[in-house]
């Protein structure tokens, strides 16, 4: 059973710092993972990760992929209260063509003025 | 960017009614589109997979009377929560692909069973 697993549960920072969330997966024939900010609505889209060791990176927000070690790692410098929401990650599952999602449970990261 | 829409954004109704939630890509084509559901809380899990002309698959555990989906057109799919009760109170969000494996996701539809 395809598997995807988000640590921390949840996170308290100040704001200005930095954070790292970190999703590791167990995915038959993986090809994507992705990651999405959801605050009080639905996900955003916010990075696709395909290759291993290729930074993709939105303003403060950057994600990598360890297709060895099976996880990725989203990072979120200077910190502001707007980045208060939970971060998802999924996976698709099976082989291509079949674009159901399994999502990890979720990092709710809180940012304290 | 791609915008998916859903309609209503919230909903109240009582126990034994029925309610149908509409779901829109608004500027590309998706030949499937997905129903998700998400307690309190809780991460999404995915419902069904809803394929235009033919009938949606759903995913373990979900009944397919009581969930019923019908994808019309390339641009719009309809889920039908029937004879709703209390339990089914939930965050209703579609989600819709204009290529492979990127997921764009509608607003979510709020429901309350009273």
């Known amino acids: 059973e395809d598997k995807v697993v988000q640590s921390p549960l949840s996170l308290v920072v100040h704001e200005g710092d930095t954070v790292t969330l970190n999703c590791s997966y167990e995915?038959?024939?993986?090809?994507?993972l992705l990651w999405y900010k959801q605050e009080k609505k639905a996900p955003t889209f916010l990075f696709m990760l395909?290759?291993?060791?290729i930074e993709k990176k939105s303003g403060r927000l950057s994600s990598i992929l360890d297709k060895k070690e099976l996880f990725s790692i989203l990072n979120i410098t200077a910190t502001q209260t707007g980045d208060s929401a939970v971060y998802l990650c999924a996976a698709p599952r099976g082989g291509f063509g079949n674009e159901k999602l399994t999502f990890g449970t979720g990092t709710r990261l809180t940012i304290i003025p | 960017g791609a915008v998916v829409s859903q309609h209503p954004s919230w909903v109240i109704c009582k126990s034994g009614t029925s309610v149908k939630i509409e779901c829109r890509s608004l500027d590309f084509q998706a030949t499937t589109m997905f129903w998700y559901r998400q307690f309190p809380k809780q991460s999404l899990m995915l419902m069904a997979t809803s394929n235009e002309g033919s009938k949606a698959t759903y995913e373990q555990g979900v009944e397919k009377d009581k969930f019923l989906i019908n994808h019309a057109s390339l641009t719009l799919s309809t889920l039908t929560v029937t004879s709703a009760h209390p339990e089914d109170s939930s965050f209703y969000i579609c989600?819709?692909?204009?290529?492979?494996?990127?997921?764009?996701f509608g607003p979510g539809t709020r429901l309350t069973v009273l």
């Open positions: 995915v038959t024939n993986f090809r994507s």
């Open positions: 989600s819709a692909s204009p290529s492979t494996d990127t997921q764009y």
């Open positions: 395909t290759s291993s060791g």
